[in-house]
C-alpha cells in the first residue's frame, strides 16, 4: 500500500528530473557545431550598420565640404555684426547756389535693452531728460523693441538739443545701457517759402522699410515735394562698420569696411529772390504764382500761399501742431499750383479763340454783345450789364466779352470744345516733378452722362465756353498753355531742376499764324484791354485776365450784382491772370491765381505787376498812381 504522502514526493521528483532534461537537451542542441542561427537576419543587420555608418559619412562630408564654407561664414557672422553708417541727405540748392534744403547735427538718445539694468527707471529718467511724457517713452520703447537685434541700440529720441547733451553727458555714466547717437537731420532755411516746393523727410515707416530692404529704423525719407520725388538721388549710401563681438554679443571692436556716401546736391531752377518777391506780392492772401520761362519750361517761382513750415516735419511733427495744419480752413498743406483745380474764368477764352480759328471762324466777323444772351428760360449775362456792342476776336478778347463766346462756342459745340482742350494739354498732368498733381477737367457729354446720368444741354456749352460751369484746370497747366502760345505750339514739361533737357509732352494743334494772332490780342488787351494793369512801354507785354464764379452770378433786387462784401468768403469770385513779358531778350510767363479774391484785373493784375517789377526793374514810365483796389461788385471787369 502506498502513502499519500509517498506519491507526492515521487511525482515532484519526477517533474524536476523532467526539467533537467530539458535544459540538459537545449544546452547540447546551443553547443553543437552543427547549429546555425538564422542567415537572413545577420545579413540585415549588417546592411542597416553599413547603411547607417555611410549616410554618416555622407552627412560629414556635406557639412564639412559641401557646406563648409557657408558654416564658417555663419560662425565669422556670430563673431563679427555689420554696423550702418548714416551718409548725410543731399542737399537742395537755388539757381544761384543758395541753400533751400540743408543738413545738420543732430544727438539722439538710444537704449541696448541688453546692458540696461532697469528699464522702467531709466525710462522715467529719459522722460525727465527730455520732457516728453513718459507714456509716450514707454509707447516708443514697446513698439519698437523687437525691431532691432540683441545689443543693437534702440533710438528712442530723434533730436535732443546741445545744452541737454552735455547734461546728459554729465550724467549717462549711471544709467548703463543708455547711448547718445550723432546724426544728420534735415534743415530748411527758407521755412514756409519752398515748402510745398520741397516737402519734408520724416523717419521711414513700416511699410516704406519693408518696401526698400536699403531703410532701417530710424532713417529718414522723403514724404512730400521733390525730397520724395527726388528721393533716389538725393538718399546717398550708408556706409559699414564690422563690428568684433563676444560669445555675449558685446562691441569689442569696430574696423571701417565702407565709406558713407553723401546723396547728390540737386540745383534748382527756381530763384531763391524772385520766389520772395512773388511771395511778399500775394499779401497772405490765398492763392499761388507761377513764373515760367516759355522757351525752356524752367520755372522760376513756385508760390502757394498760405504755406507751413516744414521743419515741423522734419524734426517730428507734434500732434498738436499737425491738427493745426490738418483742420486750418485756408489749407496751408495744399499745393494750389498743382494739387487744387479752379474754374478758369476768361482765361480760357485764349483757348476758345485758338480753337476757333483752326476751325474756320473769320476772326473779322463780328457779334453783338447787348449785355445778355437768352436760352430758353435761362439768361446768361456779359459781365459788363449794358453789352459791348459789336465785337469781332480781337475786340471779344481785348474786352473779354462773354455774349461772343456764348454765340462761337455754341456755334462749334462741345465735342469740338472738348477735342481741342484736351489736345491742348488740359485735362491731363503736366508731368511736372511733385507728387499728387491734378489733372483737372474738360467736361464731355459722356462724363456728364457717367457722373450724372443726365445728357448735355447747350447751356452748358455756354458756360464752358467762358471758362465756367464744370471746366476745371490748375494754375501750371494755364501756364504751359500759354508757354506754347509763345513757344510755337510746344506743350512743355514745367521743369524744377536746373540742369533738366527741354521736354515736350504734345503740341498745340494751331498753326504759326494763329499762334501769332492770339499772342498780339494779349498784347493789345495788356496795353489797353482788361489787363493794362501789367502793361509798360520798356516791355513788350501781354496779358489775359479772368474772374471765376464759385457759385451762379447772385443777384439783388431791381437786377442788382451783388457786391462782393455782401457775398460770404467762400461764394467769391478767384481772380485770375495769365501773362507773358520780354525784356533784354529774357522773357517769362506769369500766371497769379488769387482765391475769392473778385475780380482778375483789380486782385491778380497787381501781383504780377509786382513780379514784373523785380523781373524787369520798376516801370520808369509808370505814372505814380496807387494800384486799383479791388472792386466791390461781383461781375467786376475781367
Known amino acids: 500500500m502506498i502513502r499519500k504522502t509517498d506519491t507526492t514526493s515521487l511525482l515532484a521528483h519526477k517533474d524536476k528530473n523532467a526539467h533537467k532534461g530539458i535544459r540538459s537537451w537545449l544546452k547540447i542542441q546551443v553547443e553543437s557545431e552543427g547549429y546555425q ?66 543738413n545738420r547735427t543732430a544727438y539722439g538718445l538710444s537704449i541696448v535693452r541688453e546692458d540696461c539694468h532697469d528699464i522702467p527707471a531709466t525710462l522715467a529718467q529719459i522722460s525727465e531728460w527730455s520732457g516728453i511724457p513718459l507714456q509716450q517713452v514707454w509707447d516708443k520703447f514697446r513698439q519698437d523693441r523687437f525691431k532691432v537685434k540683441p545689443f543693437e541700440p534702440l533710438l528712442l529720441i530723434t533730436d535732443i538739443d546741445f545744452d541737454l547733451v552735455a547734461r546728459i553727458e554729465s550724467e549717462i555714466h549711471e544709467w548703463p545701457g543708455l547711448e547718445i547717437v550723432v546724426r544728420t537731420k534735415r534743415s530748411y532755411p527758407e521755412r514756409e517759402l519752398f515748402a510745398h516746393v520741397l516737402g519734408y523727410v520724416a523717419e521711414a515707416n513700416e511699410q516704406e522699410m519693408a518696401a ?54 540737386i540745383h534748382l531752377s527756381l530763384d531763391d529772390d524772385l520766389q520772395k518777391a512773388a511771395w511778399d506780392a500775394l499779401g497772405g492772401e490765398a492763392g499761388c504764382v507761377v513764373v515760367m520761362e516759355p522757351d525752356s519750361g524752367k520755372l522760376r517761382a513756385l508760390v502757394t500761399s498760405p504755406a507751413y513750415d516744414n521743419n515741423l516735419f522734419a524734426a517730428g511733427i507734434s500732434q498738436r501742431d ?143 465756353s467762358i471758362g465756367q460751369g464744370y471746366t476745371l484746370v490748375t494754375p501750371v497747366q494755364v501756364a504751359v498753355f500759354v508757354s506754347a502760345l509763345l513757344n510755337g505750339g510746344d506743350l512743355l514739361k514745367p521743369q524744377l531742376v536746373d540742369d533738366a533737357t527741354r521736354e515736350v509732352r504734345g503740341r498745340v494743334p494751331a498753326k504759326p499764324e494763329t499762334l501769332n494772332f492770339v499772342v498780339e490780342a494779349m498784347r493789345r488787351t495788356a496795353n489797353g484791354g482788361t489787363a493794362k494793369v501789367v502793361g509798360r512801354k520798356d516791355a513788350d507785354m501781354g496779358g489775359k485776365t479772368g474772374t471765376a464764379q464759385v457759385v451762379k452770378l447772385k443777384m439783388a433786387a431791381g437786377d442788382r450784382r451783388l457786391k462782393m462784401s455782401e457775398m460770404e468768403y467762400a461764394q467769391r469770385d478767384h481772380a485770375w491772370i495769365a501773362t507773358w513779358g520780354v525784356k533784354d531778350g529774357k522773357s517769362y510767363v506769369v500766371i497769379v491765381m488769387v482765391e475769392h479774391g473778385g475780380g482778375g484785373s483789380s486782385v491778380a493784375g497787381p501781383v504780377a505787376r509786382k513780379i514784373y517789377e523785380h523781373l524787369f526793374g520798376p516801370d520808369p514810365n509808370a505814372p505814380m498812381l496807387a494800384l486799383p483796389q479791388p472792386t466791390p461788385v461781383s461781375g467786376h471787369p475781367e
Open 322 to 464: 499737425w491738427d493745426a495744419l490738418r483742420t486750418n480752413n485756408r489749407f496751408p498743406l495744399q499745393n494750389r499750383v498743382i494739387q487744387s483745380v479752379y474754374p478758369p474764368g476768361s482765361v480760357w477764352k485764349l483757348v476758345m479763340a485758338t480753337m476757333l480759328l483752326e476751325k474756320g471762324v473769320n476772326p473779322r466777323e463780328s457779334v453783338f454783345c447787348p449785355g445778355q444772351v437768352k436760352l430758353g428760360n435761362q439768361i446768361f449775362r456779359c459781365w459788363k450789364k449794358g453789352g459791348h456792342g459789336s465785337e469781332d476776336m480781337v475786340h471779344s478778347l481785348i474786352d473779354s466779352c462773354d455774349v461772343y463766346y456764348y454765340l462761337m462756342g455754341d456755334r462749334m459745340g462741345i465735342d469740338k470744345i472738348e477735342e481741342f482742350a484736351k489736345a491742348c494739354g488740359f485735362g491731363r498732368p503736366t508731368g511736372i516733378d511733385l507728387p499728387h498733381e491734378k489733372s483737372g477737367l474738360v467736361p464731355s457729354r459722356d462724363w456728364k452722362r457717367r457722373r450724372f446720368g443726365r445728357p448735355w444741354t447747350r447751356g452748358e456749352t455756354y458756360n464752358i
Open 37 to 102: 542561427p538564422p542567415r537572413a537576419g545577420a545579413i540585415l543587420l549588417q546592411v542597416m550598420v553599413g547603411l547607417l555608418f555611410f549616410v554618416l559619412v555622407v552627412r560629414f562630408w556635406y557639412l564639412q565640404v559641401h557646406r563648409g564654407e557657408e558654416f564658417a561664414r555663419q560662425a565669422q557672422d556670430n563673431r563679427l555684426r555689420i554696423e550702418r553708417i548714416f551718409a548725410p541727405r543731399g542737399r537742395i540748392l537755388d539757381d544761384k547756389g543758395k541753400v533751400l534744403a540743408d
Open 212 to 265: 526698400d530692404s536699403a531703410l532701417a529704423m530710424g532713417d529718414l525719407v522723403g514724404k512730400q515735394g521733390l525730397e520724395l520725388e527726388l528721393e533716389k538721388q538725393l538718399r546717398g549710401r550708408k556706409g559699414l562698420y564690422d563690428v568684433e563681438v563676444d560669445a555675449h554679443a558685446r562691441v569689442l571692436g569696430k574696423t571701417l569696411r565702407e565709406e558713407p556716401r553723401g546723396g547728390h546736391e
